[in-house]
């Protein structure tokens, strides 16, 4: 008899293993990022088991009728090359085909084979890491002091509606839901700027998550008008964050480079952003760090 593959919807009894798969791969998963991904979508996340026995996974994410995405894919080393991880795949592009748009983060040696579904390259991603700091850059403080309509708000003193106005106009599709869940998720810190009329400029987060050797801290996303603002909120998410620190940054955003290099990061890995179907036509300029990888 010979052995049998099926492929099964994610339970949260799952969750702890998958996480443990990502840490090994070098995800660097958050905490809480996988129970946030399965009420995203909760038919959007797959187990692929033999005989039983779970050996893979997948997420194909539906955010609307518009967009959907694909991440969190990966097949243990021992189960590699025997067809599983294409059954898996095949799962996740039906889940996902009636959408007009389809996006993914490529390793730079995979691109060649999405490309082969209809995925085409759109801008390069790139990991950052850095120690944290333990000072703040006091002209940066009284820049912001001296804007006496700007505020920095923590946690729930910032105006939920404020935060999914200023990213609805910033991100490939609304993610009203996925955001909601993502910021008031108690791990880690969320921080906005927001003026006296309560119109937010800028708003960041920083998640605990797992290295392969040793536990840090992702910050994602990041968004704010100016490279100014956006080091204001980075240098208050870092200082209470000791230890090691990734940022996931989009290629498009042409100051991203500068003013992380300025605050000590440097650039460790590289993927490729792609998409099936139509690209999204929005600008990136304001976007600093992505929510997650996984799901884009």
Known sequence: MGDSFTIRPLKNSDIR?????????????????????????????????????????????????????IGLYLVVPEHRGKGFG???WQKAIKHLETLPCVGLEAALNRVEDYA?????????????QS????????DDINTLNNRSNLNLLEGKEIPSHAV????????????PHFLSDWLNHPAGQVLALVDNQGFCH????IR??????????????????????AKILLENLIIKHPGVILLDSPGANTNVENLLKELGFKAISQTLRMYR???????????????CLELG
């Open 17 to 69: 293993l998958v996480t443990q798969w990502a840490r090994e791969e070098g995800f660097a998963p958050g905490a809480g990022d996988f129970g946030i991904y399965r009420h995203t979508d909760q038919q959007g996340l797959w187990i692929g088991c033999l005989n039983g026995v779970p050996i893979g996974c997948i997420a194909g994410v539906r955010y609307n009728k518009l967009y959907g995405f």
């Open 202 to 205: 800028g708003f960041g987060r």
């Open 86 to 88: 294409i059954k898996l």
């Open 164 to 175: 999914h106005s200023y990213d609805e106009r910033r991100e490939t599709t609304p993610r």
């Open 277 to 291: 179907g139509q690209q999204p036509h929005i600008s990136l300029n304001d976007v600093y760090g992505l929510a």
């Open 131 to 138: 120690i944290g700091r333990d000072t703040l850059n006091l």
């Open 208 to 229: 605990p998550c797992l290295l392969k050797d040793r536990e840090g801290w992702r910050i994602g996303p990041l968004l704010a008008d100016t490279p100014l603002l």
């Open 116 to 128: 082969k579904w209809g995925f085409q390259s759109a801008s390069p991603t790139t990991r950052w």
